[in-house]
């Protein structure tokens, strides 16, 4: 990361639209437009295990806190809690009505966060299939990148050219810090597709279409 260079490459088929981190680091799951989910070892960038999902799509991956659990959109905008050693489904989320364009579980408990083209964000527990919040977000619609922060009260969005930072007690409320830039000329054509806390929650990595790598102070955005 300190030097911003590639340090290993995943050999995968498909386009991608969904990548995740598994909570020791040893695990990447990744998802594509043909349905298909794929677990790789971050050791040996080798494929450990595949499944397909064909029935209803799959998008938005995202690692539970089991190595074998994930979380993941599907076609008819619902979320599905997806075991992926025996290919079975635990339990589905429904209630956003466009497509999920996020997933983020929680780094503290089972409580994880979602958008969609909606103009929604939603909180769910793994427990229930019920959201146990939601609010509408301005802008939503064109969110293409958010993330928790690592203590798990703070989460983030970037559109535009602008990080706004909520807290996940008082989301409803709005964002506490708004209008934050990221880049000192914003470019026209500019589209961030990811976003991520550093592990000490100090930096904020952002991706865009430009093929570039970007870090930001969290600090400041916040």
Request: proline residues 5%; charged residues 20%; negative net charge.
């Amino acid at each position: 990361i300190a030097d911003l260079a590639i340090a290993k490459s995943f050999r995968h088929d498909g386009t991608i639209n969904g990548m995740s981190f598994s909570d020791d680091g040893g695990h990447l799951v990744v998802s594509n437009d043909n349905a298909r989910v794929e677990v790789y070892n971050i050791n040996t960038g080798e494929s450990q295990l595949a499944v397909n999902c064909k029935k209803y799509g799959v998008s938005r991956v995202c690692f539970t806190h089991h190595p074998s659990a994930i979380l993941c959109a599907s076609k008819d905008n619902s979320i599905r809690y997806l075991s992926v050693h025996d290919n079975s489904y635990l339990k589905f989320f429904a209630g956003h009505e466009a497509e999920v364009l996020g997933i983020h579980m929680s780094p503290i408990d089972d409580v994880f966060l979602s958008y969609s083209a909606d103009s929604t964000v939603r909180l769910w527990s793994l427990d229930s299939p019920k959201p146990i919040g939601a609010a509408d977000i301005p802008g939503a619609r064109s969110i293409a990148a958010g993330a928790i922060d690592p203590d798990g009260v703070v989460f983030g969005f970037v559109w535009d050219n602008c990080i706004r930072m909520y807290d996940v007690k008082k989301y409803e409320q709005g964002p506490f810090n708004t209008a934050w830039p990221v880049l000192p000329c914003w470019m026209p054509g500019i589209v961030w597709t990811h976003m991520e806390f550093s592990p000490n929650g100090r930096s904020i990595l952002l991706t865009a279409n430009d093929n570039k790598l970007y870090t930001i102070d969290a600090f400041l955005a916040s």
